[in-house]
T-cell receptor, first 111, second 114 residues
């Protein structure tokens, strides 16, 4: 069945460091891929998405490219800020009905 | 524009009891999905409602049931509660048109079963 595997956390970085959170997926069809973020005490919010191979999603300085050949959708940011501290979830959806989420990666950015 | 609203925010029950959680979708959305998020885990799909019917279901027992009303709001019911049902229950809404519709999540109901 469809599934998502993402990098184990927690991740701790200094402000302005480069961030990569790895995500790989397994799907029988041609899924859409998402990154959601959950700030402390809040619900999940969509960070970015990509709907087909080679698409790049971007938002708030975060980027992820849909790589069909490696079944990956790694999240990157060139310079993290303290305000980026949150839990990040990679997810896929096939036909928009059921979403499959990874286990989440906790990011802490220290000044 | 109100987003997805859930009630209550917190709930404490004992084993064997029954619970009902409520969700109002974002304005303009007609599809409601429910997810269970255990501590330290990603959300797990319970089921999805569209046009007042269950459209798809995840790997959850029949103790978990739901309902969608004509105004698109939804309820999640869990019977015969187990300790393992303790989790954050998230409601997400979306539009039924097209694929890759993003989900909008509520802040969740934290259920504790003692």
């Amino acid at each position: 069945g469809d599934s998502v595997t993402q990098m184990e956390g927690p991740v701790t970085l200094s402000e302005e460091a480069f961030l990569t959170i790895n995500c790989t997926y397994t799907a029988t069809g041609y899924p859409s891929l998402f990154w959601y973020v959950q700030y402390p005490g809040e619900g999940l919010q969509l960070l970015l998405k990509a709907t087909k191979a080679d698409d790049k999603g971007s938002n708030k300085g975060f980027e992820a490219t849909y790589r069909k050949e490696t079944t990956s959708f790694h999240l990157e940011k060139g310079s993290v800020q303290v305000s980026d501290s949150a839990v990040y979830f990679c997810a896929l959806s096939d036909r928009g009905n059921q979403f499959y989420f990874g286990t989440g990666t906790s990011l802490t950015v220290i000044p | 524009d109100a987003g997805v609203t859930q009630s209550p925010t917190h709930l404490i029950k004992t084993r064997g009891q029954q619970v009902t959680l409520r969700c109002s979708p974002k304005s303009g959305h007609d599809t409601v999905s429910w997810y269970q998020q255990a501590l330290g885990q990603g959300p797990q799909f319970i089921f999805q409602y569209y046009e007042e019917e269950e459209r798809q279901r995840g790997n959850f027992p029949d103790r978990f049931s739901g309902h969608q009303f004509p105004n698109y709001s939804s309820e999640l019911n869990v019977n015969a509660l187990l300790l393992g049902d303790s989790a954050l229950y998230l409601c997400a809404s979306s539009r039924s048109t097209g694929r890759a519709e993003k989900l909008f999540f509520g802040s969740g109901t934290q259920l504790s079963v003692l």
